[in-house]
């Protein structure tokens, strides 16, 4: 599986942004997707997450901001992150869970700064 992610950039804080992230080689059977992030000095944390039929997980600090959502036939999930704050500043990475096997795409930055 090969994770391509993309939609990162600088925005001002309250600002929004929409990362993209698309599967290719071999997808059937990803059965979850989602994005993890990495801030200078800190540990990778879950951002969000859905399931193949749906189900989603958000971290509490991006509940109500950010919204996950996947095009099945696309292959491709997407994070939608609204009323930005400079601590969602980070490298965003894209995972795909298949046959327990955890898949990573590039990381794509997000600056969030006035």
């Known amino acids: 599986v090969q994770l391509q992610a993309s939609g990162g950039g600088l925005v001002q804080p309250g600002g929004s942004l929409r990362l993209s992230c698309a599967a290719s080689?071999?997808?059937?059977?990803?059965?979850?997707m989602g994005w993890y992030r990495q801030a200078p000095g800190k540990q990778r944390e879950l951002v969000a997450a859905?399931?193949?039929?749906?189900?989603?997980d958000y971290a509490d600090s991006v509940k109500g901001r950010f919204t996950i959502s996947r095009d099945n036939a696309k292959n491709t999930v997407y994070l939608q992150m609204n009323s930005l704050k400079p601590e969602d500043t980070a490298a965003y990475y894209c995972?795909?869970?298949?046959?327990?096997?955890?898949?990573w795409g590039q990381g794509t930055q997000v600056t969030v700064s006035s």
């Open positions: 080689g071999s997808v059937f059977s990803i059965i979850a």
């Open positions: 859905i399931t193949r039929g749906g189900g989603t």
């Open positions: 995972i795909a869970k298949r046959a327990g096997v955890d898949y």
